[in-house]
Antibody
Framework: QVQLQESGPGLVKPSETLSLTCTVS????????WSWIRQPPGKGLEWIGY???????DYNPSLRGRVTISVDTSKNQLSLGVTSVTAADTAVYFC??????????????WGQGSLVTVYS | SYVLTQPPSLSVAPGKTARLTCGGDNIGRQTIYWYQHKAGQAPVLVIYYDTERPSGIPERFSGSNSVNTATLTISRVEAGDEADYYCQVWDRTSDPQWVFGGGTKLTVL
């Protein structure tokens, strides 16, 4: 079955760029829509944005302008970049699969998450 | 943007019933999804389309959605049910379209 695994640096300095990768195994990254979701310490979940392998994306307005999500079909991966990070970007970052073949309304598979800490 | 409100915590004794609520403006007109999240693990979908259970989710988990409140009910609560539970909607008229509640920490006494 499809599995997701996030990876990337656990520490990022303020004003720098956060970069994470989500590797899709057991399935193709071209078969579904994918989202990134984050959870700051002690807080709830926040949807960051979605991507389709065609390059179609949309982002949360709270992060629009600082976030980029893309797909690398050759590596079967999706990636997340957040520029000009601050302490408020400290969170566990999850990649998740949208249900079905289209832009499904919910997420039926998640990765375990990757903790990113912004420190000075 | 659409806002979902969940109580931050709920404590229930083993074998009892836990009712986790999710509030929002005219929430009965929304379709609700529920996720279980245990620390260090991937969140798991436990209810979709208000009342449907994915395969592998015990029948003890059920969902409902009325005019003012959506509810996730866990019957015969077990120690393994201790987790954070999040409700979620997809509102195409909202920006962002995917919105989560703040989550409820379920503690099994």
């Amino acid at each position: 079955q499809v599995q997701l695994q996030e990876s990337g640096p656990g520490l990022v300095k303020p004003s720098e760029t956060l970069s994470l990768t989500c590797t899709v195994s057991g399935g193709s990254v071209t078969s579904h829509y994918w989202s990134w979701i984050r959870q700051p310490p002690g807080k709830g979940l926040e949807w960051i944005g979605y991507v389709y392998f065609t390059g179609h994306t949309d982002y949360n307005p709270s992060l629009r302008g600082r976030v980029t999500i893309s797909v690398d079909t050759s590596k079967n991966q999706l990636s997340l970049g957040v520029t000009s990070v601050t302490a408020a970007d400290t969170a566990v970052y999850f990649c998740a699969k949208h249900e079905g073949q289209g832009l499904g309304p919910h997420f039926d598979l998640w990765g375990q998450g990757s903790l990113v800490t912004v420190y000075s | 943007s659409y806002v979902l409100t969940q109580p931050p915590s709920l404590s229930v004794a083993p074998g009892k019933t836990a009712r986790l609520t999710c509030g929002g403006d005219n929430i009965g007109r929304q379709t609700i999804y529920w996720y279980q999240h245990k620390a260090g693990q991937a969140p798991v979908l436990v209810i979709y389309y208000d009342t449907e259970r994915p395969s592998g989710i015990p029948e003890r988990f059920s969902g409902s959605n009325s005019v003012n409140t959506a509810t996730l009910t866990i019957s015969r609560v077990e120690a393994g049910d201790e987790a954070d539970y999040y409700c979620q909607v997809w509102d195409r008229t909202s920006d962002p379209q995917w919105v989560f509640g703040g989550g409820t920490k379920l503690t099994v006494l």
